[in-house]
């Protein structure tokens, strides 16, 4: 507060009425009464604006300790319905109509194939590896009409799936590719993010799995690339690329998927039983097969 008019006034006052002490008391009592409003203004505003900035600060924390929604990932993912598929399969992760010419090889191996659906099945004669439940693995496992889990934790993600209860192991601390890796029905997988988009890197495959339910070949050079980019809370987008020079003349690309998140569910347990198997081909697979006797 500015004192100075209050100065002047006493001292015009002194010289015309030499009531000095009596002004000195009654300025001396108007700065302390101005000086105790001042400081009661600041003690009662001085709670709220410390709550307000612990409020701010709390709230700072939270939200940076909180990772971004599309760098998580984790839950239960179910393919969303599709259109451009065969009724009922929802196999289409891997896109028949962007499939490149096939190599020599690539055909060869295609035309011993006998799948179990499509325009080339023969009920009774399928010889798919997984009616003999050889391991299921990439890009096939990834094209199934069933529900799989991601699980991240930090330098690694796994995913669940319910086709033969496989489980996969997503390398996420930074490791490169291994340059001779032993080959497998999974291969081995590494990843990294670009941007919101979690890039999943595999080599290392076998050739003894197909690399689709249709017959379409997978060799030990495939090397294996899927996008996956959370599009909201309850969507997540998937896109597969194979790169395998041994089957096919270009790479492979198929276009972006979706999966819908589904909190309530659990991973179910689906094993491959080989009885279980026999059984269902001697009973239901097999005689499919054969052309009904006519009665005449």
């Known amino acids: 507060m500015n004192y100075r ?24 009592v108007m700065r302390l009464e101005g000086s105790l409003a001042i400081l009661g203004m600041a003690l009662a ?27 998580e990932l984790s839950g239960v993912w179910m393919p969303y319905p599709e259109t451009n598929v065969p009724p009922g399969t929802g196999k289409n992760a891997i896109n028949q109509g962007t499939r490149p ?7 060869a191996k295609l035309d011993a194939s006998k799948p179990l659906l499509g325009p080339r099945a023969i009920p009774g004669e399928e010889n798919s590896p997984s009616l003999k439940c050889d391991p299921d693995g990439p890009p096939k496992l990834l094209n199934h009409p069933n529900p799989f889990e991601i699980v991240q934790t930090p330098g690694r ?12 192991t997503v390398w996420a601390d930074g490791r490169p590719l ?64 194979m790169d395998d020079p041994k089957s096919y003349t270009k790479v492979w690309v198929s276009p972006p998927k979706l999966y819908k998140l589904e909190p309530g569910w659990e991973i179910a347990e689906w094993f491959c039983v080989a009885d279980e198997d026999k059984s269902y081909d001697d009973t239901v697979r097999k005689p499919a097969g ?3 006797t006519s009665n005449k």
Do not use: C
Request: aromatic share 12%; net charge negative.
């Open 5 to 28: 008019p209050f100065l002047l006034v006493q001292r015009i006052l002194e010289s015309r009425s030499g009531a000095g002490s009596d002004w000195r008391r009654m300025a001396f």
């Open 290 to 292: 054969v052309a009904p």
């Open 157 to 168: 993600v796994f995913m669940f799936f319910e086709q033969q209860h496989i489980w996969r």
């Open 45 to 71: 505003l001085a709670p709220k604006a410390f709550a307000q900035t612990g409020k701010s600060s709390e709230a700072a924390k939270i939200q940076d300790a909180a990772p971004p929604l599309s760098h």
């Open 178 to 241: 291994p340059t001779d890796p032993d080959a497998s029905y999974l291969g081995y997988a590494v990843s990294h993010w670009e941007g919101d988009t979690f890039v999943v890197d595999t080599i290392g495959f076998n050739d003894k799995q197909w690399a689709d339910p249709y017959g379409n070949p997978r060799s030990e050079q495939m090397h294996l690339t899927e996008r996956y980019r959370r599009l909201n809370q309850d969507t997540l987008e998937q896109q597969i690329i």
């Open 101 to 107: 010419p096939l190599t020599p090889w690539g055909q």
